[in-house]
């Protein structure tokens, strides 16, 4: 039989590199994203990678015993296009959608980097699949040296206003206009009888004690209190008044 044929085995060693080296460098982003603390770890990435290069493998050799065979045509893609379209269905599953974020779409897109990697291994690309490894922990490294750069601050504003004035236009209108972007407003149901209380998250690159000022000028605010993140010291003023236009900060 044909299962019994030294060649056969032969044949089947031979591709054993391909499948060592996708191990080895799926292993490597694994690694990376397991000590980075996320969804998806080494485990994920290396039978992704491995998994990927034995469908490649099986794709352009799996059947080469029916080549001979008459009435019966071959495409060694259909095998690797399955899984370009396969792969989508485990990284939707790492994605989590949350009411404020999307977490996973770094380590989604690492995984289907992982696969390609593993479909370049197993095709016999080695050097494409080392140059695709490299590029990955050149963005990930990348990431945070812009995070660093970039000089966005979030904060976290909570006023409170007089209902029934159309303050809340005003109120948008001033921190827009002072290079900051709403993510999310929400009302909460603790303010006094007449008043209304919002907290407002937003983020830029404007100050944020010029943004409570701006803010507390404006007629029919009572409060304002914003929390700017990235800063490790909380100071509360006094300046505590109770009439329109005034201003409490905690930073």
Same mark, same amino acid.
């Given at each position: 039989?044909?299962?019994?044929?030294?060649?056969?085995?032969?044949?089947?060693?031979?591709?054993?590199?391909?499948?060592?080296?996708?191990?080895?460098?799926?292993?490597?982003?694994?690694?990376?994203?397991?000590?980075?603390?996320?969804?998806?770890?080494?485990?994920?990435?290396?039978?992704?990678?491995?998994?990927?290069?034995?469908?490649?493998?099986?794709?352009?050799?799996?059947?080469?015993?029916?080549?001979?065979?008459?009435?019966?045509?071959?495409?060694?893609?259909?095998?690797?296009?399955?899984?370009? +379209?396969?792969? #989508?269905?485990?990284? !939707?599953?790492?994605? @989590?959608?949350?009411?404020?974020?999307?977490? &996973?779409?770094? /380590?989604a897109a690492a995984v289907w980097l992982t696969a390609a990697i593993g479909m370049a291994s197993g095709a016999g690309l080695f050097l494409v699949a080392?140059?695709?490894?490299?590029?990955?922990?050149?963005?990930?490294?990348?990431?945070?040296?812009?995070?660093?750069?970039?000089?966005?601050?979030?904060?976290?504003?909570?006023?409170?206003?007089?209902?029934?004035?159309?303050?809340?236009?005003?109120?948008?209108?001033?921190?827009?206009?002072?290079?900051?972007?709403?993510?999310?407003?929400?009302?909460?149901?603790?303010?006094?009888?007449?008043?209304?209380?919002?907290?407002? +998250?937003?983020? #830029?690159?404007?100050? !944020?004690?010029?943004? @409570?000022?701006?803010?507390?000028?404006?007629? &029919?605010?009572? /409060?304002?209190?914003?929390r700017v993140s990235g800063r490790s010291r909380r100071r509360r003023p006094g300046s505590s008044r109770t009439g329109p236009g005034s201003a409490s900060?905690?930073?």
């Amino acid at each position: 039989m044909l299962i019994f044929e030294t060649e056969t085995w032969l044949r089947q060693l031979e591709h054993l590199p391909e499948l060592g080296i996708a191990l080895v460098l799926s292993l490597l982003i694994g690694l990376e994203r397991q000590f980075r603390g996320k969804e998806a770890g080494v485990r994920t990435h290396a039978l992704v990678g491995l998994g990927a290069a034995l469908f490649m493998v099986v794709s352009k050799f799996g059947f080469m015993d029916l080549i001979a065979v008459n009435n019966i045509s071959i495409d060694p893609s259909r095998v690797a296009a399955q899984i370009v +379209s396969g792969i #989508g269905f485990l990284g !939707a599953g790492i994605i @989590v959608f949350r009411a404020d974020a999307v977490r &996973g779409l770094t /380590t989604a897109a690492a995984v289907w980097l992982t696969a390609a990697i593993g479909m370049a291994s197993g095709a016999g690309l080695f050097l494409v699949a080392g140059v695709a490894t490299v590029g990955h922990f050149i963005v990930v490294l990348v990431g945070p040296l812009l995070r660093k750069m970039d000089r966005r601050s979030a904060a976290e504003l909570e006023v409170e206003y007089l209902d029934g004035q159309g303050l809340l236009r005003d109120i948008v209108a001033e921190i827009t206009r002072g290079n900051w972007n709403i993510s999310g407003i929400r009302t909460s149901e603790e303010a006094e009888p007449g008043y209304v209380d919002v907290s407002i +998250s937003a983020q #830029g690159v404007g100050a !944020a004690d010029e943004l @409570v000022r701006v803010l507390s000028e404006l007629d &029919g605010v009572r /409060t304002v209190d914003v929390r700017v993140s990235g800063r490790s010291r909380r100071r509360r003023p006094g300046s505590s008044r109770t009439g329109p236009g005034s201003a409490s900060v905690s930073r």
